[in-house]
Nanobody, 116 residues
Framework: QVRLVESGGGLVQAGGSLRLSCAASGSSFGINTMGWYRQAPGKQRELVAT???????NYLDSVAGRFTITINTAKNTVYLQMNSLKPEDTAVYYC??????????WGQGTQVTVSS
């Protein structure tokens, strides 16, 4: 079992920045991709950004250029630097780790609130 612990959420004004962190522990061997998803009230969960252990990244169009995902494979930790935050970025952000299409793990979520 993989345990994901997130940190770094909070309240920020529009235009501000936040950095999310997610550390994987437990049976983390075999993780090939980590990422962040978010879910706003009344909306479906959506992919924000993912990064493979080889460094390949993928971003939601609306965050590309504002958010940067990085990974420290030695620490099994993924980061999401969020700049130029907008009120529409307000959501619960969930960390995800994947070993395969059928082996995916989720963190408990961290709230990000951007005030206008």
């Amino acid at each position: 079992q993989v345990r994901l612990v997130e940190s770094g959420g909070g309240l920020v004004q529009a235009g501000g920045s936040l950095r999310l962190s997610c550390a994987a522990s437990g049976s983390s061997f075999g993780i090939n991709t980590m990422g962040w998803y978010r879910q706003a009230p009344g909306k479906q969960r959506e992919l924000v950004a993912t990064i493979s252990t080889s460094g390949r990244t993928n971003y939601l169009d609306s965050v590309a250029g504002r958010f940067t995902i990085t990974i420290n494979t030695a620490k099994n930790t993924v980061y999401l630097q969020m700049n130029s935050l907008k009120p529409e970025d307000t959501a619960v952000y969930y960390c995800n780790a994947q070993k395969s299409a059928s082996l995916r793990y989720w963190g408990q979520g961290t709230q990000v609130t951007v005030s206008s």
